[in-house]
Each structure stands twice: as structure tokens, then as C-alpha cells.
């Protein structure tokens, strides 16, 4: 049987056949073929050639499978040479090569031949073009990139200092920890249509040692250890302010995205979550017209869904119904006896094809665009190779509303979300439902739309009271096109009130923190901050009657186990002088380990066209609980019921204290005092147990350390 090589290796053929018999013979003597010990059959001096390549005998003398390899090869060497990969190629010529290169580079004789002069000449050029053919078409597409917001700059950087360079492949050594071989290219990608002009940095890195198990001619097979190359891509784009980062896992491109902007940009890294897109496909419940909308540069004759699926039953069951351009698929499935009705019931919309017909500006004939959606936020817009199809596409996704995108927050929408967001961080979850969200009145609309919360479907049932027997039931939580429903344990069912309480959210913890800390630095003009522990950030220094008092952000002070363990950290800091401390939250007290209490949300001026505080009311708050901070003028227990109460001490401040058996100890030793207190009249009716054990190890010396005191073995009394 005759092999046909045009088929089995297109491009090695393609190659052999178009391209000068020169680049052929350098091409098979790379030290990337050295392995193919057969190859050196095949070497050639191109001179007296005469035009003919003699290696292209090997196309029908050897398998598939030992010319993959070339092909390969050739297939990137043909990419490159396209219309946007010659773009890409001569734009990196441009700002990169010496004018005698450049010179070189000019004078090949086609594409083809300047995408293979520069893959034998050029390689890390010849990187560098494919690079930013892979940007351009996936950079959106977050299995291959993850995108960081940074300052804006109208100005493209001619050159980057090479202490800089030096200092983040230093930062990144430190990161990695995996030894010495850090280098970086530095490449000017130019502007292409709506792509603004970019920088890109290749930085190649070690990787992870591996290994791998080779044979050789004569039967022997050899292990080889070794450490391979890794290769980080960021491409920064100043008139955006987007720093693109491609990697190879989400830990890599943050550090590397860090280094970056730190280093090289002295920025800070923001957790905004930049160019999301949300695709809604289940609008689709309500019908399949899509409206024609009117561009200036684009004529769109006909737009319409050609394949629908849906789950019917459970999101197992899938039913798809497709067609062509020229049907109307609404129509056909209301022809269809009973399909509408099983379309109508359907759990989800799984997947809609979209087929456009459209005549651009300037361009003879028409031309059809056709991609999918998918219920799990995807689009092959993101692949196509034409990059008005992929705009266009998008275009007209946004018209019909399908496509919802992120965007920064203004300074009237960060003001107006800041209540939700102090409450959101407070909860220190990575879910919220619905209900807590309506029952506070949420606008949960901008939140999405600002990227602080993300939906992540529906609760799965509810408690329901029943009127007959005077008790709850578990309702099952069912969705339909229409709305929601409510199955009771009896069979029974009805439209769910207020739908969207069964809405279940995912709270972008990371960029709704970086958020409030960035607002807080602006309205409270502080320059840095620390984070001491997840649920504490020192905010630095707030001047208050001619002294420094140290200002704190605390969270999740209604747990016991989070307030105990910031009381620690606090009292560790206690040289510091008296501080205040601005909690998210809106947990009882004035005071927290010798530091003044204070609700941040109270002291915001929300009539504010930007976030602002109220710093007179702050340093009011601050004057009136400094003394009971301190401890207040006389001994005093202030309880909260049986179980809770807070220990004031003049000069030593005041402790929380939780518990039923300590609240009874230390309000003993209150009524007793000055007197001092036998130990068993302190514990007499709690059992046998010790102090320590009563109060636990951290309680216990905190209390010794500063409230109480033993003047002699057996006795305890307040230490003032």
C-alpha cells in the first residue's frame, strides 16, 4: 500500500516542498533531532542541490511514528509564518534584533521562509512569537491564564533597569527554592485591532527534578535524572493596567504575578478578580428569538439558536434538539407534540449553539459565525483564530444580555457596598444564601457585578411550618423554568416566595478583604498595614490628643475561640500603649484586652460620595471607653447573664470572661474583694477541679499574669 505523505506529515511535506533546500539542511541537523540516530541517513549539503531536497525521500521510507517528531516541528514553524503569527513575528523583530538582524530577517523571500529563518536563527524570538499568538487567542480562558490589576499607565517603559530584572528572579529563586537557573527575555508585543500594545517577559525557571527511561539502538535501556526547564509568561499591559500570567499551576503564576508587580512595577498585587465573564444561558428558558441588533461595522442578517440541550429529570438526563440557519427552533419544538411541555419542565440548560450570519464593512460576501455555550461558564469564542469573530461574538452576547462582565468598582458603588462587605468579611465563610443576604437588604446585583460574590446554586431544602400539625417540615427545593417550587415530605408542592432567598453565593473572601483594606488605607490616609493573624490587620497609628494610638481591624469577635485568641495577640502588643480597635462585626462590649471597642460601621459617613470615616466620632468613642479600657476607676464584674461577663481592674484593664463555672469564680472573688479568698470558697459546689482546669492554660495565666494575685499558698484576691 502506497503511503501518502500529504496526509500522514502535512507540514513536514509542505515544508519540504516550499521552503530552501539551506534552511531543510540546517533543519535536520538541530541538536533537538540528535536522539534520531536514523536521521543522519538523510543529511544533505544544500550546495548543487539544484532546487531539490534529497531528505524528502524519508516521507515514504519511514513510519509515522518515527517522523512525528519532525512534524512537529514543522507544524510550529508554519504556524508562525500565518498572517497573525507574521504579525506577531515582525512586530517582536521590530523592537528586539540588532539592525543588521533586522536586515537579514527583511530580506527572506516569503512568510515561510522569515518564521523559518527565525526558528533556526531566532529561537527564543521565534518563542516569543508563538507566546503571543497563544496570549491573544486564550488570554481570557482562565485553564491557561489568570489576570492581576495593577495602576494604569498611558506610556509603554522602553526598557526596564536590570536591578530590577536581577530582583525579581531573586524573589522568585526564594519562592521556588529550587536552586540556581533563572532567566528572563524581555519582548514589546505591538498593538493588533482593539489589543493595546503590550509587554511580555518569558522567564525560564527549574522545575521539579525529573526523570525519564530511554532505549537505545542496541536493546539497552538507561534511566536518566534530570531537572527540566520551566517557562512563566507575563504580559503586562500599561494602558489597561492587566498583568497576564500564564503558568503551570495557580500557586506558580501568583508568585509569579507578585514578583512582577512588586519588583518591577513597585506596586502591590490587588485580589480583584479582573476580566470575569458570566454567561447566562438559562434566559433561554424563556424563548430562543434573538434580537438583530445595528452596528456600524458589521451588518448581522441572521442570528439563531441551532442546538439546544437541557437536563430533563436530573442533570444526568440530557435531550438535545438541534437544527440549522434557516429553521426557527422555537418553532420546531412547539410543533413537536409534547416537546415543549418536557422544555418548559426542564432542570437546566446545559449547552445552546448559536449560529450568525453577518456581512462586514468593506468585506465582499457573507460570512457565518458559529460557537457554544455551556452552563459551566464556557464559550469557543475564546478559540477562534479570527479575532473580530471572537469580538463580534462577544458583541453581540452582551446585547442579547447573555454575557455579564466584572468591572472595577467606583468610588459611589465602593461606598454604597461597603455595609454588605464589612459584614460579608466578618462572617470569615467562603458561602452565603440568599436569605442572609435579602434580610439585610443587599444589594446583591452590584455585588456579582463587582466580582464580590459569585453564584453557586440553590439551597437544597427548607423548613416549612405546617398549620395542621403545628410544626416544621423539611421542604425539598426544586427549580423549574418558571420559578422555584417547594416539595413537602406529603407530595405536596408550591411556587417558593422570594425565589432568590434559595440562592446559594460564593464570597470571594481574598479581593472582598483587599477591597476594604484598600478603602480603609485611602479614608484613613495610613501607608502600610500588617496582617497579624486572618482575623486581626494593624492599620498603624491614629494621633489622638497629642499620642499615638495604635488602630486595629479585627473580624469574627462573636466567636469565643477567635475573641480569646486576639485578646492574645493584643496583650502581647500591650507596650504599645491603649489602642482602638474597629471591629467588622457587631459584637457586645467597649472594650477588648485593654484596647477601646468600637463598631467601624457606625463611625462610616455613608452620605459620602467616596468612603470616608468620621473622625470625630472615632476620637469620641475613643475619649469616652479609654478609662474603662484601662480598667475604670473601681473594681467592677459586669455580667451578661450566667455565662459571660467582663473583668474591669484599674490600671490593668479589663478580660473577657465565658463560661458558666468562671463567671462564678471570678464574681466570688469580686464580692470578696479587698478581702482575699480561700481557693476551695472559690471553686465549693463546681467539684473537684483546679483553677487551671476550670479556666483553662491561656485564660488562667492571662489572668495571673495580670488581674489576679496569690498573696499566700491557698489564697486569691484582685490584683489592683
Given at each position: 500500500m502506497?503511503r501518502?505523505?500529504a496526509?500522514?506529515c502535512?507540514?513536514?511535506?509542505r515544508?519540504?516542498?516550499d521552503?530552501?533546500?539551506?534552511?531543510?539542511?540546517?533543519?535536520l541537523?538541530?541538536?533537538v533531532?540528535d536522539?534520531?540516530t536514523?536521521?543522519?541517513?538523510?543529511?544533505?549539503?544544500p550546495?548543487?542541490a539544484?532546487?531539490?531536497?534529497p531528505a524528502?525521500?524519508?516521507?515514504?521510507?519511514?513510519?509515522?511514528?518515527?517522523?512525528s517528531s519532525l512534524?512537529?516541528?514543522?507544524a510550529?514553524?508554519?504556524?508562525?509564518?500565518?498572517?497573525?503569527?507574521?504579525f506577531?513575528?515582525d512586530?517582536?523583530?521590530?523592537t528586539?534584533l540588532?539592525?543588521?538582524?533586522?536586515?537579514?530577517?527583511d530580506i527572506?523571500?516569503d512568510?515561510?521562509?522569515?518564521?523559518?529563518?527565525a526558528?533556526?536563527?531566532?529561537?527564543?524570538?521565534?518563542?516569543a512569537?508563538?507566546?503571543?499568538?497563544?496570549?491573544?487567542?486564550?488570554?481570557?480562558?482562565?485553564?491557561?491564564?489568570?489576570?492581576?490589576?495593577v495602576?494604569?499607565?498611558?506610556?509603554?517603559?522602553?526598557d526596564v533597569?536590570?536591578?530590577a530584572?536581577k530582583?525579581?528572579l531573586d524573589?522568585l529563586?526564594t519562592?521556588l527554592?529550587r536552586?540556581?537557573?533563572y532567566?528572563?527575555?524581555?519582548?514589546?508585543?505591538?498593538?493588533?485591532?482593539?489589543?493595546?500594545?503590550?509587554?511580555?517577559?518569558?522567564?525560564?525557571?527549574?522545575?521539579?527534578p525529573?526523570?525519564?527511561?530511554?532505549?537505545?539502538?542496541?536493546?539497552?535501556?538507561?534511566?536518566?535524572?534530570?531537572?527540566?526547564?520551566?517557562e512563566?509568561?507575563i504580559?503586562?499591559?500599561?494602558?489597561?493596567?492587566?498583568?497576564?500570567?500564564r503558568?503551570?499551576?495557580?500557586?506558580l503564576?501568583h508568585d509569579?504575578a507578585?514578583?512582577?508587580?512588586t519588583k518591577?512595577?513597585?506596586?502591590?498585587l490587588?485580589?480583584?478578580?479582573?476580566?470575569?465573564?458570566?454567561?447566562?444561558?438559562?434566559r433561554?428558558?424563556?424563548g430562543?428569538d434573538?434580537?438583530?441588533?445595528?452596528?456600524d461595522?458589521?451588518?448581522?442578517?441572521?442570528?439563531?439558536?441551532i442546538?439546544v440541550?437541557?437536563?430533563?429529570?436530573?442533570l444526568?438526563n440530557?435531550?438535545?434538539v438541534?437544527t440549522s440557519?434557516?429553521?426557527d427552533?422555537?418553532?420546531?419544538?412547539?410543533?413537536?407534540?409534547g416537546?415543549?411541555?418536557?422544555?418548559?419542565?426542564?432542570?437546566?440548560i446545559r449547552?445552546?449553539?448559536?449560529?450568525?450570519?453577518?456581512r462586514?464593512g468593506?468585506?465582499d460576501?457573507?460570512r457565518?459565525?458559529?460557537?457554544?455555550?455551556t452552563?459551566?461558564?464556557?464559550t469557543?469564542l475564546?478559540s477562534?483564530?479570527?479575532?473580530?469573530?471572537?469580538v463580534?461574538?462577544?458583541?453581540?452576547?452582551?446585547?442579547?444580555g447573555?454575557?455579564?462582565?466584572g468591572r472595577?468598582?467606583?468610588p459611589?458603588e465602593?461606598?454604597a457596598?461597603l455595609?454588605?462587605?464589612?459584614a460579608?468579611?466578618?462572617?470569615?465563610?467562603?458561602?452565603?444564601?440568599?436569605a442572609w443576604?435579602h434580610?439585610?437588604?443587599v444589594?446583591?446585583?452590584t455585588?456579582l457585578d463587582?466580582g464580590f460574590?459569585?453564584p453557586?446554586?440553590?439551597?437544597?431544602?427548607?423548613?416549612?411550618?405546617?398549620?395542621?400539625?403545628?410544626?416544621?417540615?423539611?421542604?425539598?427545593?426544586?427549580?423549574?423554568?418558571?420559578?422555584?417550587?417547594?416539595y413537602?415530605t406529603?407530595?405536596?408542592?408550591?411556587?417558593?416566595?422570594?425565589?432568590?432567598?434559595?440562592?446559594?453565593?460564593r464570597?470571594?473572601?481574598?479581593w472582598?478583604a483587599?477591597h476594604?483594606?484598600?478603602?480603609?488605607?485611602k479614608a484613613?490616609?495610613?501607608?502600610?498595614m500588617?496582617?497579624i493573624?486572618?482575623?486581626?490587620?494593624?492599620?498603624g497609628?491614629?494621633e489622638?490628643?497629642g499620642s499615638?494610638?495604635?488602630?486595629?481591624l479585627?473580624?469574627?469577635?462573636?466567636?469565643?475561640?477567635?475573641?480569646a485568641?486576639?485578646?492574645?495577640e493584643?496583650?502581647?502588643?500591650?507596650?504599645q500603649g491603649?489602642?482602638?480597635v474597629?471591629?467588622?462585626?457587631?459584637?457586645?462590649?467597649?472594650c477588648?484586652?485593654?484596647?477601646?471597642?468600637?463598631?467601624?460601621?457606625d463611625?462610616?459617613?455613608?452620605?459620602a460620595t467616596e468612603?470616608a470615616?468620621d473622625?470625630?466620632?472615632l476620637?469620641?468613642?475613643?475619649?469616652?471607653?479609654?478609662?474603662?479600657?484601662?480598667?475604670?476607676?473601681?473594681?467592677?464584674?459586669?455580667?451578661?447573664?450566667?455565662?459571660?461577663?467582663?473583668?474591669?481592674?484599674?490600671?490593668?484593664?479589663?478580660?473577657?470572661i465565658v463560661g458558666?463555672?468562671?463567671?462564678?469564680v471570678i464574681?466570688?472573688?469580686?464580692q470578696?474583694?479587698?478581702t482575699p479568698m480561700?481557693?476551695?470558697?472559690?471553686?465549693?459546689?463546681i467539684g473537684?477541679q483546679?483553677?487551671?482546669?476550670?479556666?483553662?492554660?491561656?485564660l488562667?495565666s492571662k489572668?495571673k499574669?495580670?488581674?489576679?494575685?496569690?498573696p499566700?499558698?491557698?489564697l486569691w484576691?484582685?490584683?489592683t
Amino acid at each position: 500500500m502506497v503511503r501518502a505523505p500529504a496526509k500522514s506529515c502535512p507540514n513536514l511535506s509542505r515544508l519540504f516542498d516550499d521552503a530552501e533546500p539551506s534552511m531543510i539542511a540546517a533543519f535536520l541537523r538541530m541538536r533537538v533531532f540528535d536522539k534520531l540516530t536514523w536521521l543522519a541517513d538523510y543529511h544533505f549539503e544544500p550546495d548543487g542541490a539544484d532546487g531539490d531536497v534529497p531528505a524528502a525521500a524519508m516521507l515514504r521510507e519511514q513510519q509515522k511514528d518515527n517522523l512525528s517528531s519532525l512534524e512537529t516541528e514543522a507544524a510550529r514553524i508554519f504556524t508562525v509564518s500565518s498572517d497573525r503569527g507574521e504579525f506577531a513575528l515582525d512586530g517582536l523583530v521590530r523592537t528586539k534584533l540588532a539592525p543588521e538582524r533586522k536586515h537579514e530577517f527583511d530580506i527572506q523571500r516569503d512568510s515561510l521562509a522569515r518564521s523559518f529563518w527565525a526558528y533556526l536563527n531566532e529561537p527564543m524570538l521565534f518563542e516569543a512569537a508563538e507566546n503571543t499568538l497563544h496570549l491573544r487567542l486564550y488570554r481570557r480562558y482562565d485553564r491557561h491564564y489568570q489576570t492581576f490589576m495593577v495602576e494604569p499607565d498611558e506610556g509603554v517603559s522602553t526598557d526596564v533597569e536590570a536591578s530590577a530584572l536581577k530582583g525579581m528572579l531573586d524573589d522568585l529563586r526564594t519562592r521556588l527554592d529550587r536552586g540556581d537557573g533563572y532567566e528572563v527575555d524581555r519582548f514589546e508585543i505591538p498593538a493588533e485591532g482593539e489589543e493595546p500594545t503590550e509587554v511580555m517577559y518569558l522567564v525560564i525557571h527549574p522545575e521539579r527534578p525529573a526523570s525519564f527511561r530511554e532505549l537505545h539502538d542496541d536493546g539497552q535501556r538507561t534511566t536518566t535524572y534530570f531537572r527540566p526547564p520551566g517557562e512563566i509568561m507575563i504580559v503586562h499591559s500599561p494602558a489597561t493596567g492587566r498583568v497576564h500570567v500564564r503558568a503551570g499551576t495557580r500557586r506558580l503564576r501568583h508568585d509569579a504575578a507578585e514578583s512582577f508587580i512588586t519588583k518591577i512595577l513597585e506596586q502591590e498585587l490587588s485580589s480583584q478578580p479582573i476580566d470575569f465573564q458570566a454567561y447566562d444561558i438559562a434566559r433561554f428558558f424563556h424563548g430562543f428569538d434573538l434580537e438583530l441588533p445595528e452596528f456600524d461595522d458589521v451588518s448581522i442578517l441572521r442570528a439563531r439558536v441551532i442546538r439546544v440541550d437541557i437536563s430533563i429529570g436530573n442533570l444526568a438526563n440530557r435531550l438535545s434538539v438541534s437544527t440549522s440557519l434557516d429553521e426557527d427552533i422555537g418553532q420546531l419544538i412547539s410543533d413537536q407534540p409534547g416537546l415543549e411541555r418536557i422544555f418548559r419542565n426542564a432542570l437546566a440548560i446545559r449547552f445552546v449553539e448559536i449560529a450568525v450570519q453577518y456581512r462586514r464593512g468593506g468585506v465582499d460576501g457573507e460570512r457565518t459565525l458559529d460557537f457554544t455555550l455551556t452552563d459551566r461558564n464556557t464559550t469557543s469564542l475564546l478559540s477562534l483564530h479570527d479575532p473580530f469573530e471572537r469580538v463580534l461574538g462577544h458583541r453581540l452576547l452582551r446585547h442579547w444580555g447573555i454575557l455579564r462582565d466584572g468591572r472595577a468598582p467606583t468610588p459611589r458603588e465602593s461606598m454604597a457596598v461597603l455595609p454588605a462587605l464589612l459584614a460579608l468579611w466578618n462572617l470569615g465563610s467562603d458561602r452565603i444564601n440568599g436569605a442572609w443576604l435579602h434580610e439585610r437588604g443587599v444589594d446583591v446585583k452590584t455585588l456579582l457585578d463587582l466580582g464580590f460574590l459569585v453564584p453557586s446554586g440553590w439551597e437544597g431544602d427548607d423548613l416549612i411550618d405546617d398549620e395542621d400539625d403545628f410544626a416544621e417540615h423539611v421542604a425539598k427545593v426544586v427549580e423549574r423554568p418558571e420559578g422555584l417550587e417547594l416539595y413537602s415530605t406529603d407530595g405536596q408542592s408550591s411556587s417558593a416566595a422570594l425565589p432568590e432567598r434559595y440562592r446559594v453565593y460564593r464570597i470571594r473572601d481574598g479581593w472582598v478583604a483587599s477591597h476594604l483594606r484598600e478603602q480603609l488605607g485611602k479614608a484613613l490616609d495610613i501607608a502600610a498595614m500588617e496582617n497579624i493573624r486572618p482575623d486581626l490587620i494593624a492599620l498603624g497609628d491614629l494621633e489622638i490628643d497629642g499620642s499615638d494610638v495604635p488602630l486595629y481591624l479585627a473580624r469574627r469577635l462573636e466567636d469565643e475561640r477567635v475573641r480569646a485568641a486576639i485578646d492574645t495577640e493584643l496583650r502581647a502588643r500591650d507596650k504599645q500603649g491603649i489602642g482602638l480597635v474597629l471591629q467588622a462585626g457587631d459584637a457586645a462590649g467597649s472594650c477588648v484586652a485593654a484596647n477601646v471597642l468600637a463598631r467601624l460601621a457606625d463611625h462610616i459617613l455613608l452620605e459620602a460620595t467616596e468612603i470616608a470615616v468620621d473622625m470625630t466620632s472615632l476620637i469620641s468613642a475613643f475619649r469616652r471607653n479609654r478609662s474603662l479600657a484601662q480598667g475604670g476607676a473601681a473594681v467592677e464584674f459586669h455580667k451578661s447573664g450566667n455565662g459571660a461577663g467582663v473583668l474591669s481592674v484599674p490600671g490593668k484593664g479589663t478580660i473577657d470572661i465565658v463560661g458558666a463555672q468562671r463567671v462564678m469564680v471570678i464574681d466570688r472573688l469580686v464580692q470578696a474583694y479587698p478581702t482575699p479568698m480561700k481557693t476551695d470558697d472559690m471553686v465549693a459546689g463546681i467539684g473537684n477541679q483546679s483553677l487551671g482546669n476550670i479556666f483553662g492554660q491561656s485564660l488562667w495565666s492571662k489572668l495571673k499574669a495580670d488581674f489576679l494575685r496569690s498573696p499566700k499558698r491557698g489564697l486569691w484576691e484582685i490584683a489592683t
